[in-house]
Structure formats: structure tokens, C-alpha cells
């Protein structure tokens, strides 16, 4: 499971501004701002800044370097073997995680704390047994106080035991440009987290076919305009 919350979406003045500065037509520009809540403006690109848009996006990144400018921050709830692959994305991403290391003995484990959606009955008792060891392990750590050694051999246990499927949260900032590049390359991938959660999430964003449309579907959808 792959879970995104507080999602922001911000710079369309400014890349639309830079989009437009190599030929200097700005007075082409026909986007306009308009409040949305508080504290929040949401932008209305206009039918001429959002051909131009797809346009550069189709020419390639060399020419879509604007997407680069369009930011999007949120917090990314998911299990340790979906991150994993994520950190491939390593460009144009910040990630803030939630610490493992100094915050695993905080809280009492539970089933709900690790993805087990696609467990049979058999493995949900596997895994039962292992959340009932981690908090053995969690209370021998708790209840020990002064010897050091055998604390930090404790909390070895039990992070070498802990499952891949640990649920960690981490807020994010990325940019629509690095979103393309996942969406494009994740998009078939054989994990529910990226084909359905991932792909669903990108197509909530404003003017998310930016992301989604691949080349032809771009240039088809100036032609319909």
C-alpha cells in the first residue's frame, strides 16, 4: 500500500514566465491566478500556455525544462520494500523520512504498522508471530538501564528482524518532471503500489496529463484543440 496525503502543488507562475522567456513571449501568456482557500491560489492556464505546454514536453526534457519548476510536496506512507525502489529517483527529489533508527522502540508494534493486504491466512499468523517478537524484543529494551551493549544488541535484533513490508512515512518534494519519469516508468510495473496507487495519486495533480500523455497523445491533443 502506498498512502499520500497533504498534497501541494506550486511554481506555475514562475515556469510559465521562464517557459516563455527563450523566445520573449510573455505577452502570449494567458494564464491567471484565483483564490482557492485560504492561504492558496489556484492557477487556470490558459488554452495557448497549455499548447505551448505540451509542445515543449514533446520536443523532450531538453525543451520541457519549465516541469522542472512545477513543485510538488506531500507525505508518502509505504512499506520499506516499495521505498527501496523509489530511491532510484534520486534527482530532483528530497525525501524527509520518519527515523527507524531513533524512533522504532517509541511505539507498541501492531499488524497495522506493516503492509499485509496480499497475505493469506497463513502468512498473516507468520506475521502475527513476528509482531509478537518485536515487542518482546521492545520490552526487554525498554526494561533494560545501564548496559548499554545489551541495549544496542536489542535493538539490532530487532531491526534486522524487521519486515520489508514496515510500513515508513517520509514527506516528499518532487517536480512534474520527475513525476513523468515515474509515472512513464512505473506505470505497468507489477506492484499495486506503483500501477494503482502511484499512477492513481499522479492523476489527482492539477493538469496532471502533463505527466500521464505520452508523446503522441500530446501532439494528438493539440491537433483536437
Known amino acids: 500500500m502506498l498512502n499520500v496525503t497533504n498534497t501541494e502543488v506550486f511554481g506555475w507562475q514562475a515556469a510559465?514566465?521562464?517557459?516563455?522567456?527563450?523566445k520573449n513571449s510573455w505577452e502570449k501568456s494567458d494564464t491567471y491566478s484565483t483564490p482557492s482557500g485560504y492561504k492558496e491560489v489556484a492557477w487556470l492556464i490558459g488554452p495557448n500556455d497549455l499548447t505551448l505546454m505540451k509542445k515543449l514536453i514533446a520536443a523532450g526534457s531538453d525543451h520541457s525544462k519549465f516541469m522542472r519548476m512545477i513543485h510538488v510536496q506531500c507525505d508518502w506512507e509505504a512499506p520499506l520494500y516499495w521505498w527501496k525502489e523509489a530511491d532510484t529517483y534520486k534527482v530532483g527529489t528530497v525525501r524527509n523520512s520518519c527515523s527507524t533508527m531513533h524512533k522504532i522502540m517509541e511505539h507498541e508494534f501492531t499488524i497495522d504498522m506493516f503492509a499485509h493486504e496480499h497475505l493469506d491466512a497463513g502468512s498473516i499468523a507468520t506475521l502475527d508471530m513476528v509482531v509478537f517478537d518485536l515487542n518482546q524484543l521492545r520490552i526487554?529494551?525498554?526494561g533494560t538501564a545501564?548496559?548499554?551493549t545489551f541495549r544496542k544488541s536489542l535493538?539490532?535484533?530487532?531491526?534486522?528482524?524487521?519486515?520489508?513490508?514496515y510500513l515508513q512515512k517520509a514527506t516528499m518534494d518532487l517536480n512534474y518532471a520527475v513525476l513523468r519519469n515515474m509515472y512513464h516508468s512505473r506505470k505497468a510495473h507489477k506492484q499495486d503500489e506503483w500501477r494503482e496507487d502511484f499512477c492513481n495519486w499522479v492523476k489527482t495533480l492539477p493538469y496532471s496529463e502533463l505527466i500521464t500523455m505520452t508523446k503522441e497523445e500530446l501532439l494528438e491533443s493539440i491537433k483536437e484543440e
Open 146 to 148: 545501564g548496559d548499554e
Open 140 to 142: 526487554q529494551y525498554l
Open 16 to 22: 510559465i514566465r521562464g517557459m516563455r522567456n527563450p
Open 155 to 165: 535493538w539490532y535484533q530487532i531491526i534486522q528482524l524487521l519486515p520489508s513490508s
